[in-house]
């Protein structure tokens, strides 16, 4: 790539990956910008929204969060990660489940029913248009866009954390 690895050369193939590395950078840009304009309209911060989404992605996986989770995964301190799952439990938008039969210690994070309604009514209108987008894909292309999406957001993970 020219310009010591920022702007593409010539060759195609630098081309082709400067264009999927440039649309990366906007829709990471676009996606902050998103979670700003969430926390703005619901009176959250920006956190909060980030913490909503590890809650909503590990309760999809099966694997509903701890706040000990949330908070390594968030890198607050304990206190901070409790003030801040009280915030989202006071807007309505997690509960703090315990159901572990063996050990009613146990906390688990969990979206309420409004919390996803809350979101579907934000969200919903771009996962349309997302579920739109990939429509157009054959499901071998859409092999490819997972495995390349799952590889690139943890990458990113990665180098998140080294940080």
Known sequence: MASEGFYPGDEPREQRQWQIIDALRRY?????????????????????????????????????????????????????????????????HVRRSREDTDDNRKVRLRYTENGMRTALAFFGPLGESTAGVLDRFDPAELDVIARFTTAIAQAMNTHVEQL
């Open 28 to 92: 990471g840009t676009d996606s902050t910008r998103l979670a700003h304009a969430f926390a703005d309209q619901h009176s959250l911060r920006p956190a909060d929204l980030f913490a909503l989404v590890a809650i909503m992605s590990a309760e999809g996986s099966g694997a509903p969060l701890t706040p000990g989770q949330l908070r390594a995964h968030l890198r607050l301190s304990s206190a901070g990660t409790s003030y801040l799952i009280d915030r989202l439990e006071s807007s309505g």
